[in-house]
């Protein structure tokens, strides 16, 4: 079957790469569906070069704000033109459901809309310096910077980094993961027609060890911003720290979700199922482990249980718009989730209550032969005996699959240590129907961002970002976002008359009267 062959997109237009072509995988089947040119050393200090010099011309650097906020406009309204042909390959390249990307695709207007907004009202602070002095601040773009994005959502975290980055006035280069390039190739002709200057734009796929780290290490490169797993997140952080670069991560979680007894189980039981199977858990805000009051336990238990099979029974191609879930992005990643559940299960200490191992049989929905891809059924795991499951490897590590750990607790103290016994605090969600325990135990739980009787809610304008480490540092969205992508220039005019100035400003004048300092 002949094999599409997707480029590069630098200075405005499709360009081949000098590296080895990589093969894209659809993982539903197995099937290599695609080839993707990739960027070598050479090409990436090609592209660099090519962004910097477009920056130091100033056409998009310096170009008014409200031109800016204009082209962004246009960005969202031709993105949404071009969501038609970029869901398919989105749904083909990652595995995800098209349910859940007909849903999510069209939000991603939004952080152009909101950027594009944030210029037109931005206002400059003045300061109140001491003395006949006029203090007031202003924002410039950093030059280059470099975004390096992931697997799990390709389109989605593209824009949201992209959108403040622009919106500041830098050039771009971002290198997708190699799994899920495609997508982020797309974006090319859309942001070129709505008006962004050749150069300022750029993708290089390619393979991080390579390609990502001739990027992130580019003396030029004045940001990284990445999304991905922490050990990854540290080896980028130690590289641009060295060239003294700033650095945005948003990296891995392992998110508590706590259901209070007051909580309505029902929807507490469906607010799980979307905060833990969405994307085949491959998000890094999955709620993963789940504390449930035990005064409720049984009953959650039991409906999470019909919630779940319900689920795998829904199960099928991805491009059927009656599926509810798709399989695990690749080989190595079924593989991944395969050994920390059967470790916590052979090791005695945690047990099954649904789901468990890979699916290998034919969906009942439609045929699909799951055996062929990387299907993996959304899992329950419980301790055997007492807490022992807080003693695997799958209590504290990032899964990244649709597996879940259910654990009991007596007391809200007893709730929220369970919750922060984690080295990551990315995302966490409470379902309560006592308002003053959500406020109580939201200021407790070390997450960057908390849901309460909700889940996974996502805007432009709310930060999104990590409390502890191993989850990130700094954040997306938001105004932070945008100022991160931006240097702050304070500039003070004296406007005190000549005469004045002849008076008090001359340091070196003769006599010992006083001077000014400051």
Aim: charged share 20%.
């Amino acid at each position: 079957m002949a094999q599409d062959k997707f480029l590069m997109w630098v200075a405005g237009k499709e360009q081949p790469g000098e590296a080895e072509l990589i093969p894209v995988e659809d993982p539903a089947t197995g099937e290599i569906f695609a080839q993707c040119h990739a960027a070598s050393t050479a090409d990436v200090e090609r592209t660099v070069a090519t962004a910097h010099e477009t920056f130091k011309s100033g056409i998009w650097s310096r170009s008014p704000r409200h031109h800016r906020a204009d082209v962004l406009d246009r960005c969202a309204s031709i993105l949404t033109e071009s969501l038609p042909a970029m869901i398919p390959l989105e749904v083909r390249q990652t595995g995800r459901a098209v349910r859940e990307m007909r849903a999510q695709v069209p939000s991603l207007v939004r952080w152009f809309k909101y950027y594009g907004a944030l210029l037109r009202v931005e206002e400059q602070p003045v300061l109140p310096t001491a003395g006949k002095l006029h203090n007031f601040l202003r924002r410039a773009p950093l030059g280059v910077v470099a975004q390096v994005t992931p697997f799990n959502h390709p389109l989605l975290i593209a824009v949201k980094k992209l959108a403040p980055a622009l919106a500041a006035g830098n050039s771009v280069v971002i290198k997708p993961s190699e799994l899920t390039p495609l997508t982020t190739l797309l974006l090319g002709p859309v942001l070129k027609e709505a008006g962004v200057p050749d150069g300022v734009f750029n993708v290089l796929p390619g393979y991080g060890a390579t390609t990502g780290k001739a990027l992130v290490q580019h003396p030029l490169v004045r940001k990284v911003d990445v999304t991905g797993g922490t050990v990854a997140g540290r080896a980028i952080g130690g590289i641009v720290g060295g060239n003294l670069a700033r650095y945005t991560a948003e990296l891995g979680g392992k998110a508590p979700l706590i259901v209070f007894e007051t909580a309505d189980v029902q929807l507490a039981v469906n607010g799980i199922a979307f905060g833990s199977y969405i994307a085949s858990g491959q998000t890094c805000i999955a709620s993963t482990r789940i504390l449930v009051d035990n005064k409720i336990m049984a009953q959650l238990q039991a409906q999470l249980k019909d919630k779940t099979e319900s689920i795998t029974r829904l199960m099928g191609a991805p491009s059927n718009p009656e599926s509810a879930m798709g399989p695990l992005i690749s080989a190595k990643q079924l593989g991944n989730v395969e050994t920390l559940v059967g470790e916590a299960v052979d090791s005695g200490k945690a047990k099954v209550v649904t789901g468990g191992s890979r699916m290998k049989d034919v969906s009942s929905l439609d045929g699909t032969d799951f055996s062929k891809g990387y299907f993996y059924p959304p899992t329950v795991l419980v301790s055997s005996e007492g807490d022992s499951i807080l003693e695997t490897r799958i209590w504290r590590e990032e899964a990244f699959g649709p597996v879940i750990v259910v654990v009991g607790f007596d007391t809200e103290e007893q709730a929220v240590k369970l919750a922060n016994d984690s080295e990551f605090g990315l995302g966490a969600g409470i379902w309560t129907q006592d308002l003053a325990q959500a406020f109580r135990v939201s200021e407790q739980v070390d997450a960057g961002i908390t849901w309460v009787n909700t889940h996974h809610r996502n805007d432009p304008s709310s930060p999104w970002g990590g409390a502890k480490s191993s989850s990130g540092v700094g954040s997306e969205n938001g105004i932070d976002a945008y100022n991160a992508y931006a240097t702050i220039k304070s500039t003070i005019i004296n406007y005190a008359s000549t005469e004045e100035s002849l008076a008090t400003d001359d340091w070196f004048r003769d006599g010992a009267g006083a001077v000014r300092y400051g």
